[in-house]
């Protein structure tokens, strides 16, 4: 393994583990795609592949970019950019093709069968990082085959998420935030649990809906979202499926609608990005794209409450004060008002957010946190990447070295690349092999 950017040598206990994430990197490639990990996820996810070609960029800048340029061929008609592209493998995932049957509700650009959502788009992030490991040539021969698509996705979610011209586009599913069980998600979406749901928890209480799950075999029940939320977010699938993927009639069903406040911030990033894209591949971004860009950053203020920054039901307008890790993001977004900035970053390293293995995703005194369940309370490497960059934005230079430094940590002192691990005592949960940790830790140690 060469030493990154060939200068100062890493130490050996760091060289050897980034050999570790090389390998898990190589391990999880099956072609120009990578899946996040050998045994839960055997498909492609957008923002996955996004965090992985960051990480990659450092070991191979073309397959990086290919990784990037591969979830085009997921592409929808209209322009979304769907959050899995299923490979072609037997390999079981709970929410495969049969779920979604979006092969009936159009063809995508490359003939793959995808599901009927997207994922935070933190593409045109991850394009520019690989960019930036090219010469300029190449970049530009990048940003060519890239651009068009990566913009038709922006034009697709103002067009088809934002109706109304709020500047915040909306999800209509809690796997669009890529935080399946954050709570604020997950008080949204309870009231719409299946009848039969409810209906089996009063005679069995939880045992027979454990009975009928079959996603975490490899993983303790535990560790994941509960049987009646997964069965809930399944029949939220049904629903979509009914809608043909709709918004304007998913948005006169009971499919809880959400402002997502990372997802947004996401997106405001990645507008920046995608102007530096189109300037250099010589394509121009539609006038009224740039508008809803402009009102994005403008709209994010009304998301600010009480020190945080909040999600917003869609229909109700009203905020979800649930404070999580999502409440950050806006950092990352850079639209927080400088009188803004000392108080979020100071609630940020707060030992509620930040405990001892790291910053927690829901806060460690929150009654829902759960130190080992999924996106209840559990460290992630990708969360922590995006907030040490929004620090860095901000001038905090030296909180977000933290950052990073503790990142590291706590992926050395488990000696695995896991999925997320614990903020009390750095133990690793989910799944093992995880290719987001491994290219994220990559990029760090660069
Ligand atoms: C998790 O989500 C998938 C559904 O998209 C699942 O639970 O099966 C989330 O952690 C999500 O953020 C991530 O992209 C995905 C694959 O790593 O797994």
Redesign the pocket.
Known sequence: VPSPAGEIPLPADLAALRETAVGVLRANDLGDITR??PT??PHQ????SCFIAIGLRHLDPARAAAELLSLLRGQWPGGMIP??IFAETTDY???GPQRWRCDRVCTTAGGVQSTGVT?PPMIAEAAVRVGEAMTRDERVDFYRRLAPGLIRFHEWLYRERDPDDSGLVALVHS?ES???NTPTWMEMTKPVAPRTVRALRRINGDDALDALRR?SKEVPPDE??TSADLFTLYRIVRELRRSRYDFRTIRDTFVPLVQDVAFNAILIRANEHLVTIADEAGIPIPRWLSRSMRRSRAAMSELWSDGLYFSRDFRTGELLHHPTIASFLPLYAGVVPDDQVDGLVKTLLSPRYWARYGIASVPTDDPAFLPRC??QGPVWVNMNWLIADGLDRYGRREAADAIRANTVEVIRASGSMF?YYSPLDGSGAGSNR???TSALLIDILA
Request: proline share 4%.
């Open positions: 996040p990990s839960l996820y996810w957008l923002w996955d959050h899995v995932y709970h929410a994922q796997w890529g935080m399946d996603d994941r979202l999924y996106w999925e995880f290719s987001w």
